[in-house]
C-alpha cells in the first residue's frame, strides 16, 4: 500500500511540477509587454515600468525566471497582486474555504442524487422508472449550471423567498451547491446505472438469487458493492469538474470563492493572482485525487496490486 | 498480385463502406434519441441560416418595442431592457453558437487527432511524454484551461471559441490515443506491417479511417459541450460583447433583472438547454448507429 500512494504522490508532483512551468510560460505568451498590460492604466512612467520589469524578474532569461519562481514557491511564496498588491497565497487561503465548502457539499449532493437515480434505473431497467430517471439525467446534463442557478434563484429566492439570494451563511450556499451538486448528479446517474446493468448481468449476482438469498442482500451487499466501484473511480475527476463548475456558479451566487476571484483576476489582466489560481487550482486538484485514488485501492485491493 | 489484392480488397472496403453507411443512417433513424436530436439540431441549422427570414425584428434594433414588454402577440418572447426583441435575438443566436461550435470543436478534434495519433503510433518516450502532458492538462478541467488562454489572448467571442477549442484538445487526444492502442493491436495492422506499409500508409490508410468514427461520435457531443463552455464564457463577461445576440451573454444581461422580466432569462437558457440536448441525443443516437451493442442497453 505505502508503495501505491508514493506512486500516487509522486504522480501528483509531476502534475504540480508540470504546472509550475505551465503558468510560468503562460506570461509569456501574452501579445505585447505584459508589464505595460498590467500597469498601463496605472499612469507609470517608463522608468516605472522598467524597474517593475526588474522587480519581477522579467528581465532575466526564462529558464532564470523559471528557477526564481520555483524557488519562491518553495518558500511559499506566490508573488503579490498587482490589484492590491497583496500576497497571491494569502488572498488565494482567505477565499479557498468558501469554495471548498461549496465543492465538498455539492459532490456530496451530485453522489446521493446522481448514484441513487442511476441504481434504481439500473435495477428497474426498461420500466418507465428507468425512462424517467435517464429523461431527467440527459435533461440534467444539457443543463447549463448557471441557467439552472439563475431559475432556482428566481424561484427559491425571489418569488418563494424561502433562502437568501447571497450573503456568507450556511443557508446561502443551499442554492449554489444544489445548482452545482445537480448538473453534476445527471453525470452519476448515467454512469452508475451503466455500471450497475453490468452487474445485474454478471454470474455472481444470479448464483446469489439462485442461492435464494434475500433481494435486498443480493442488492446492496453483493451488486451495489461491486458496481459502485468504477463509479468511485470517477470521484477524483468529479472533484476537479466541481471545482471547475464552481468558478460559474460562485459568479451567478456572488459566492466569494477563489473561482470569482479568478474571473475578476482575468478581468484585471493581474497576471501573478492568475498565474496563483492556476497552480493553486493544480494543487488542489493533484492532492485530492491522491485522496480519493488511496480511498479506492483500500475498497478494491486489485488496484494497489495492478 | 499484391497489387491485384489490394485493388480487390479496397472495392470490397468501398462496397462494405456505402452499405455500412446506408446502415448508419436507417439505425440513427430507427434510434428515437437519434431522430430527436437530429431534428432539434436540423431546426438550429435551419434557423441559423433563414435568421433573416423568420426573425421578426433586427436583432440589434434597439425600441423594437416597449423596454421590458413580456411576451405578447407583437413579441413572442419579450423585449430587452434596450426594447430589443427577444425570439429575434435567440434566431440569430443560433448562428453564433453553430459558429461557435463547428470552430471550437474543429481546432479541438484536428490538434487531438494529430496528437493522439502521433502518441499512439510513435510509442516509447515520445508516447509516454505526450500522454503525461495530455493527463495532466486534462486534470486542469477545461474551463481553467479556457481561463488561462483568455488570460492570454484578451476577451472577446473569437477568443472564446479559440480558447474552448484548446481547452478540449487534451480529451479528443486521449480518445484518439486509445482507439490507435486498440487497432494497433489487431490482425490487419500487424498484416499491413508485415506487407511492408510505410509509417504514412499505415496511419493515414489504416489507422485513420478506423479512428475517424469514435472521433464522429465524441465530435458531435463535443458541439455541446463546446456550445455550453462559450455560453458559460459569455455568461461570465469573458466571450460575446454587447451587443451581440449571444444567448449565454443574453443570460448574463438578465441577471439584475430576473424579478422584473423573467422572459429574459428563461428563453435564452431554454434555447441553450434545447441545443445542448439536441447535440447530447444526436451523439447518443450515432453512436448507437455505429456501435449497435450500445443498442441493447
Known sequence: MARFILQRLMAA????????????????????????????????????????????????????????????????????????????????????????????????????????????AAYKRGTWVDV????????????????????????????LQWLPVAGGDWRSLILPALTLGLANAAVLARLTRSAMIDIFDQDFVRTAHAKGLPKSIVLYR???????????????????????????????????GVGRLAIEAVFARDYPLIQGFILFFAIIVALASVVIDVAYAFLDPRIRYS | MVHG?????????????????????????????????????????????AAPLLAPFDPLRMAAGPRLDPPSAAHWMGTDDFGRDV???IIYGARLTLQIGVIAVGISLTCGLLLGLVAGYSSGW??????????VLFSFTEIVIALACLAIFGVGLTNAMIAIGIASIPFYARVTHSVVLVEKGKPYFEAAIAAGAGHGRLIFLHLLPNVIPTLIVIGTLGVSTAVLAAAGLSFLGLGAQPPQPEWGFMLSSSRDLISRAPWMMIFPGLAIAITVLGFNLLGDGVREALDPRQRQR
Open chain 2, 87 to 89: 425570439l429575434s435575438r
Open chain 2, 5 to 49: 489484392t489490394t485493388a480487390e480488397l479496397a472495392d470490397d472496403l468501398a462496397t462494405n463502406g456505402s452499405a455500412r453507411s446506408r446502415g448508419f443512417w436507417r439505425a440513427l433513424l430507427a434510434s428515437p434519441s437519434g431522430m430527436i436530436g437530429l431534428a432539434i439540431v436540423g431546426l438550429l441549422v435551419f434557423s441559423a441560416l
Open chain 2, 126 to 135: 515520445t508516447e509516454r511524454i505526450l500522454m503525461r502532458l495530455v493527463d
Open chain 1, 13 to 120: 508532483l509531476v502534475t504540480i511540477w508540470i504546472a509550475t512551468i505551465a503558468v510560468t510560460i503562460l506570461i509569456h505568451l501574452v501579445p505585447g509587454d505584459p508589464v505595460r498590460i498590467m500597469y498601463g492604466s496605472f499612469q507609470t512612467t517608463p522608468e516605472e515600468l522598467e524597474a517593475i520589469r526588474v522587480r519581477l524578474g522579467l528581465d532575466q532569461p526564462i529558464w532564470r525566471q523559471y528557477l526564481m519562481y520555483l524557488g519562491r514557491l518553495l518558500h511559499g511564496d506566490f508573488g503579490n497582486s498587482i490589484v492590491g498588491d497583496q500576497p497571491v497565497i494569502d488572498i488565494l487561503m482567505t477565499r479557498f474555504p468558501s469554495t471548498l465548502a461549496l465543492t465538498l457539499s455539492s459532490l456530496f449532493i451530485a453522489v446521493v442524487v446522481g448514484m441513487s437515480l442511476g441504481f434504481l
Open chain 1, 132 to 159: 424517467s430517471a435517464m429523461v431527467l439525467a440527459i435533461v440534467g446534463v444539457s443543463m447549463p449550471h448557471f441557467w439552472l442557478g439563475l431559475l432556482l434563484l428566481f424561484l427559491f429566492a425571489l418569488q
Open chain 1, 222 to 256: 453483493h451488486a451495489l458493492r461491486s458496481g459502485l466501484v468504477p463509479v468511485v473511480s470517477m470521484l477524483g475527476l468529479q472533484f476537479a469538474y466541481l471545482m471547475g463548475g464552481a468558478i460559474v456558479v460562485e459568479n451567478v451566487f456572488a459566492w466569494n
